[in-house]
């Protein structure tokens, strides 16, 4: 069941949309937000409020990438995987996240501090290569600066 304050907060956003439907990613948003995640509980009762059906839901869920279907860590660790990252070596960072954390891509570490994903481009191709946790953008990455950067992740 949707929060008071979720209730709220989904709302308020009401009067920017030209229809209740059009509200979905972010009612989806909000729910992520206190949540961490969107359980098919939670799915389902936005499609509700919103008179929508659970599965018009899951398909905006599932398509937009910053909605976690699955429970994640405290950090989401987005690694772009697109090609000017590649070609700037992006794998090896890929490989440097995986052996420092002890995931493969798309696993979460067991104590949930991270959770490891792939994404398409990060709009930071001229500062390649590029991830991204939480709203942070992290560029021109080398070993040693992402050891820093998951240093200062909590
Ligand atoms: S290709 Fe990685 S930011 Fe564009």
Redesign the pocket.
């Known amino acids: 069941m949707l929060t008071d304050q979720e209730r709220r907060e989904i709302e308020a956003e009401l009067p920017h949309y030209p229809r209740k439907q059009a509200l979905c990613i972010e009612a989806l948003k909000v729910v992520q937000h206190h949540r961490g995640w969107v359980d098919d509980e939670a799915l389902c009762d936005v499609a509700e409020f919103l008179d929508m059906t659970p599965h018009e839901v899951d398909s905006v869920a599932t398509f937009y990438n910053l909605i976690y279907r699955r429970r994640v860590g405290r950090n989401v660790i987005h690694l772009?995987d697109?090609?000017?990252?590649w070609v700037m070596g992006?794998d090896g960072i890929c490989e440097h996240l995986k052996g420092n954390l002890g995931i493969e891509m798309g696993e979460t570490t067991e104590d949930g501090r991270f959770t490891l994903l792939p994404i398409p481009?990060?709009?930071?191709?001229d500062r390649?290569?590029?991830m991204m946790i939480g709203r942070t953008l992290h560029s021109g990455l080398t070993p040693g600066k992402v050891d820093d950067i998951l240093r200062d992740c909590k």
């Not at 481009?121 to 191709?125: H, R, S, V």
């Open positions: 772009c697109s090609i000017s990252c992006g481009c990060l709009g930071d191709c390649a290569p590029s």
